[in-house]
């Protein structure tokens, strides 16, 4: 069993940044990929961004493109969230998320999830 830990959400305001951490219990060689989900109130969850742990090819939401990094770092078995201009509209919790072939294509949910962080930007 994966179990994740997230870390570095917090409150920012509009046009802020943010970095989230999320490290993983096991050697992420047993997991194809990890990536990040968002939750906010009253909606759906949504995939916000993944990654291939192997060989870094990654995945966004229309919607954070061109705002949103995700990187990893293998060895430490964790993955990172670097959110630059931050708006309202990305409040939420997010939570990271880990899984295997079908969760890298983007057809099947991930296996594995974290508690979440909550994530607050004002206007």
């Known amino acids: 069993q994966v179990q994740l830990v997230e870390s570095g959400g917090g409150s920012v305001q509009d046009g802020g940044s943010l970095r989230l951490s999320c490290q993983a219990s096991?050697?992420?060689?047993?997991?194809?990929?990890m990536g990040w989900f968002r939750q906010a109130p009253g909606k759906e969850r949504e995939a916000v961004a993944r990654?291939?742990?192997?060989?870094?090819?990654?995945w966004y939401a229309d919607s954070v493109k061109g705002r949103f990094t995700i990187s990893q770092d293998f060895d430490k078995n964790t993955v990172f969230l670097q959110m630059n201009g931050l708006e309202p509209e990305d409040t939420g919790m997010y939570y990271c998320?880990?899984?295997?072939?079908?969760?890298?294509?983007?057809?099947?949910?991930?296996?594995?999830w974290g508690q979440g962080t909550q994530v607050t930007v004002s206007s």
């Open positions: 096991s050697n992420t060689a047993s997991t194809i990929c």
């Open positions: 998320a880990a899984g295997y072939v079908g969760y890298c294509t983007g057809y099947l949910p991930p296996q594995h």
């Open positions: 990654i291939k742990m192997d060989k870094g090819a990654t």
